[in-house]
């Protein structure tokens, strides 16, 4: 599964916990992905792709 796809399954579940209207879902909704990204990149996840590449060097 691709690094996007699996941001946007946690965001999409995540989200859909929320209790909101759709204006404010959609801003907590970006929110979510941002901070999932943030941590991403903090854990420094690499993809498959990525790691596939570094493996060959």
Not at 19 to 37: C, D, H, S, Y
Request: proline share 2%; net charge negative.
């Amino acid at each position: 599964m691709k690094m996007n796809s699996i941001i946007d399954e946690i965001t999409q579940r995540v989200s859909s916990l929320i209790p909101a209207t759709n204006g404010i879902r959609e801003e907590l909704r970006t929110k979510i992905e941002q901070t999932v990204k943030s941590t991403f990149h903090k854990l420094e996840v690499l993809s498959s792709e990525e790691f596939e590449s570094q493996d060959k060097h």
